[in-house]
């Protein structure tokens, strides 16, 4: 198989197939947190997304250059990896309030949570773990961030079409959003088995 | 012994670089905040009770200042604080008048 047709398959496997928040339950924190407001899920959708990448491209170069040279690799890997995804999420706290504070106001406690978002640890150990060279821990970061972005989008919609339909009383708000979350991972288990 | 020493190298080294990255930025996108907001916070007790109805002294602080809430709303810090908060208010209020 060629490099390219690679490249594809594992960014269709990482957004569609194993859909970071759908099928594998990572980052589920700010995806029923924030889905309620439609402009916060995208604020925090592109925010992710830049984090997860630069995470991912970071973190590949630190694993391949000092952690595996110098045989520190199982047991430094989480210190490293969280040092590095909290040093961004706080340079994408710095930008935001300063580019965007109605944004920032509107995702509240969620930003800084994204350090501890384990979507994005997730990513960095599947890329570790696979071995992926630095274009593939992109494009595998790249997937998931669109997997993730993927179903934030999907649930705000249908969150706010809910909002105005007629529920009984104890259906209301979270309850609501996990079932439908639980029928849209249902539907997307329906990509099981597209790439083998 | 060797491994201990690399670690906490390698791990002081990546703290130190992305402390001193973070340091930039946060200086070079600075938020111009607002002093009556600083102000305000300055005199609050600091006891981050939430007791006023807002998530902190910080955002309470906010409040005040953008006369959303009440200069008596803390309860921690009793008649005392809202004296102080009445003073530091009207106290920007006269500088306003002056300008």
Redesign the interface.
């Known amino acids: 198989m060629s490099y390219l047709a690679n490249l594809g398959k594992i960014f269709v496997a990482s957004a569609f197939v194993n859909n970071i928040v759908l099928l594998q339950f990572l980052g589920l924190c700010s995806y029923i947190g924030l889905t309620d407001n439609m402009h916060a899920s995208i604020g925090m959708g592109y925010a992710v997304t830049f984090v997860t990448v630069l995470a991912a491209a970071v973190t590949w170069i630190i694993d391949r250059w000092i952690l595996i040279p110098f045989h520190l690799q199982p047991f430094l890997q989480i210190v490293s990896f969280i040092l590095v995804i909290g040093s961004l999420v706080g340079l994408v706290e710095i930008y935001i309030r300063k580019m965007s504070p109605h944004l920032y106001k509107a995702m509240g406690i969620y930003l800084p949570l994204i350090a501890t978002n384990c979507l994005i640890l997730g990513v960095t150990f599947i890329n570790s773990l696979q071995g992926f060279d630095f274009v593939e821990s992109i494009v595998e970061a790249v997937g998931a961030a669109i997997g993730y972005f993927m179903a934030m989008l999907i649930l705000a919609g249908i969150r706010e079409r809910l909002r105005n339909s007629e529920l009984p009383d104890f259906f209301k708000g979270k309850a609501i959003a996990y079932m439908v979350s639980g029928i849209v991972a249902l539907a997307f288990m329906g990509f099981q088995g597209m790439i083998k | 012994m060797k491994?201990f020493i690399?670690?906490v190298a390698?791990?002081g080294g990546?703290?130190a670089f992305?402390g001193a990255?973070?340091g930039y930025?946060?200086e070079k996108?600075?938020?111009e905040e607002n002093p009556l907001v600083k102000a305000i916070y300055e005199v609050l007790p600091h006891g981050e009770c939430g007791a006023c109805g807002f998530p902190g002294c910080h955002s309470c602080a906010e409040a005040i200042a953008e006369a959303q809430a009440s200069v008596d709303v803390c309860v921690v810090g009793g008649a005392a604080t809202t004296e102080k908060i009445k003073k530091v208010v009207e106290e920007f209020k006269n500088k306003a008048s002056k300008n």
Do not use: H, Q, R, W
């Open positions: 491994t690399i670690s390698t791990v990546f703290g992305f990255l973070l930025f946060a996108y600075k938020v």
